[in-house]
């Protein structure tokens, strides 16, 4: 059954670096849209970036010129450079896809944490 595989995340100080990964596993025919999302205590979920089949990319303007989304067949990565307190929440990994058992549905990943503070 597919089924969506987070890593990375954690905690980093302004101006430093973190990594977020997700892997699409399990029965998958195709993926279509990959994106990541966040959410910070007491606000809605955001969309932070996302990256379609072909490659074309849309960034929420507050990660505009930091973050970085792509992709890699099953796979996508958000590289989040230039890190602020701002960037703090929990981040969720959204992917449109088709699985072997069933027709397109858009998957969510379980969320990991990233905590930017000195």
């Known amino acids: 059954q597919a089924h969506l595989v987070e890593s990375g995340g954690g905690l980093a100080q302004p101006g430093g670096s973190l990594r977020l990964s997700c892997a699409a596993s399990?029965?998958?025919?195709?993926?279509?849209?990959m994106a990541w999302y966040r959410q910070a205590p007491g606000k809605q979920r955001e969309l932070v970036a996302d990256?379609?089949?072909?490659?074309r990319t849309n960034y929420a303007d507050s990660v505009k010129d930091r973050f970085k989304i792509f992709r890699t067949r099953n796979t996508v990565n958000l590289e989040m450079n230039s890190l602020e307190p701002d960037d703090t929440g929990l981040y969720y990994c959204?992917?449109?896809?088709?699985?072997?058992?069933?027709?397109?549905?858009?998957?969510w990943g379980q969320g990991i944490q990233v905590t930017v503070a000195s």
């Open positions: 959204n992917i449109y896809l088709w699985p072997t058992d069933g027709s397109w549905r858009d998957d």
């Open positions: 399990g029965s998958i025919i195709t993926v279509g849209t």
């Open positions: 990256v379609l089949r072909d490659g």
